[in-house]
């Protein structure tokens, strides 16, 4: 695959800024304690935490609504928070960024999903969820679709599925249906439950682990990754095929039968947390700039390996991106 200028990028930038892009999901909220280990527990073989930082940031479909936001996009966030403590934190987060709360539906019946990390040294040490993940009814999620209905000029949806129970069966086919009959593109990051259900969408964005589980086979060699993304564009009757293979980076598969690898850009991995995220936001908001999907891959690429070298969700600036991309010219 060839690769892109720093001045190519950053006309496709400038052509997406104040573009709507609506992201559909499981929206979480992540919470970090940070400390440092210099001693193991007394009680039991564990490491204490000398805790030195607490701090709050957007998690799941918000993640990804807060890298756009950070793109110059304006994104439409929609999706289920509680009405506890972290709901109300999450909605402040977002007024904070200047990002709207209008898609949010918040519900009594169900916990806002908090994802609490312990990093001890600048490494994870253990994870805590909190969450339910049962699906929510078609009421609840008409409110959501009906907010995408109403919205103006979007310039792509994407779908953010983590297994958490917003994107229902009725969800995706309602939601994928309507973006073909108004011409938007849909991008989805998948999960195993639904996989197949997303039909005639712009770009299915899968990880390794998650195309192996879905086809049935295991994807050791290059033959097989470009077998399995061969039958997920017949599956899925989808236009784009885009394979995250972690250290070995992306393969792209086009309708017209093209195929290109796109080879990781994180020099020293601290945290890939958000990684995914960062990449479909980037994808999205670069074809929202007139991007051709190559394009768009190659300049996810650079955002997802730029923000794997940081510790904790961050999100990607487009100096930043245009940097990474600066330093590939080097």
Known sequence: MHTITSLRAKEI?????????????????D??????????????????????????????????AGNLKA??????????????????????????????????VCLDSRPTTVKTRIIGNNQQMVRLDREVRTDITNQEADIIIQTLKNADHLSGIILEDYNK????????????AFALEHKIPVFVDPKFKHFFSYQHVALFKPNKKEAQEALGFALKS??????????????LHCQNVLLT???KGMMLFEHNG?????????????????????????????????????????????????????????????????????????
């Not at 929609?78 to 709360?101: M, R």
């Open 31 to 64: 919470k970090y304690f940070w400390g440092s280990v210099t001693r193991i527990s007394p009680e039991a073989p564990v490491p204490v935490i000398d805790l030195e930082d607490e701090s709050l940031h957007l998690g799941g479909a918000a993640n990804v």
């Open 258 to 330: 093209s195929i290109s690898s796109v080879p990781t850009r994180a020099r020293k991995v601290a945290d890939v947390s958000g990684a995914g995220d960062t990449a479909i936001a980037t994808l999205a908001a670069a074809v929202a700039g007139g991007a051709t999907m190559q394009e768009a891959a190659i300049m996810s690429n650079f955002a997802a390996g730029y923000v794997c070298e940081l510790p904790g969700i961050v999100s990607i600036q487009p100096v930043q991106l245009i940097e990474a991309i600066q330093l590939d010219e080097e």
């Open 71 to 104: 793109l110059g996009i304006k994104p439409l966030l929609c999706g289920i928070a509680g009405t506890d403590n972290s709901g109300h934190s999450l909605l402040e987060i977002l007024k904070e960024n200047g990002s709207s709360t209008n898609g949010i």
């Open 245 to 247: 293979l972690g250290e």
């Open 222 to 235: 290059e033959d097989d990754i470009i077998r399995a993304g061969k039958e997920l564009l017949l599956k």
């Open 165 to 176: 129970g917003v994107m229902t069966e009725y969800m995706i086919h309602t939601i994928c």
């Open 13 to 29: 930038l400038q052509s997406c800024n104040g573009s709507t892009i609506a992201v559909v999901g499981d929206i979480m909220l």
